[in-house]
């Protein structure tokens, strides 16, 4: 099985920043990777797919790059909407979509 | 558009049928996946329903939750037997896109249901 880990697991970061999620899979997965956005309370939201191609309607101040056991999710500044916990999620080993634990955003 | 219901307080041992009603699209011509989030956890990948058929389950749950598609209704639903403590979650459906990327086609899960909770007492 793949296993993804993430990290931070929390970050605190002003309006406007930049901010930097990594996640590491255990094995190979090419770019067969996804990046999820869940806001407090909401339902999950696919941002990225790919390892870096946006999905429709995500704001260009995301972006994601990386490819092999390595990823980042960036966000090139910081708003207030943005607070939620992003997952990331391997689409390489089928039917076995395993998620990454999670890094939670807050605002500083 | 992604509806899911069923959602309840059951005991320890006992069953709960989970539905997810689509709209603008066709379940049938689409695989459709659950995924569950204990409380304060992250997301599990439950089950999948497969375009042609397939059926496949996380270990956690296999032998004991059945996922099955009813193409006239256009929903898909997880029966849920023999529940137990570490089955309360928050179950999401979601479809299985197959996204049009640069370096070709990928999957990702595109359509989320608003989630439905489910709580086992022991």
């Known amino acids: 099985d793949v296993r993804l880990t993430q990290s931070p697991s929390f970050l605190s970061a002003s309006v406007g920043d930049r901010v930097t999620i990594t996640c590491r899979a255990s094995?190979?997965?090419?770019?067969?990777l996804a990046w999820y956005q869940q806001r407090p309370g909401k339902a999950p939201s696919l941002l990225i797919y790919?390892?870096?191609t946006l999905q429709t309607g995500v704001p260009s101040r995301f972006s994601g790059s990386g490819s092999g056991t390595e990823f980042t999710l960036t966000i090139s500044s910081l708003q207030a909407e943005d607070v939620a916990t992003y997952y990331c999620?391997?689409?390489?080993?089928?039917?076995?979509?395993?998620f990454g634990p999670g890094t939670r955003v807050d605002i500083k | 558009l992604l509806v899911d219901s069923g959602g309840d307080l059951v005991q320890a041992g006992g069953s709960l049928r989970l539905s997810c009603a689509a709209s603008g699209f066709t379940v049938g011509d689409s695989q459709m996946t659950w995924v569950r989030q204990a409380p304060g956890k992250g997301l599990e990948w439950v089950s999948l329903?497969?375009?042609?058929?397939?059926?496949y389950y996380a270990d956690s749950v296999t032998g004991r939750f059945t996922i099955s598609r009813d193409t006239s209704k256009n929903a898909v639903f997880l029966q849920m037997n023999s529940l137990r403590a570490e089955d309360t979650a928050t179950y999401y459906c979601?479809?299985?896109?197959?996204?049009?990327?640069?370096?070709?086609?990928?999957?990702?899960?595109?359509?989320w249901g608003q989630g439905t909770v489910v709580t086992v007492s022991s």
């Open positions: 329903f497969y375009r042609g058929g397939s059926t």
């Open positions: 094995q190979g997965i090419s770019n067969y």
């Open positions: 999620q391997q689409v390489h080993t089928y039917p076995l979509f395993s």
């Open positions: 979601a479809r299985i896109g197959v996204l049009t990327a640069p370096t070709g086609p990928s999957d990702g899960f595109d359509v």
């Open positions: 790919a390892a870096s």
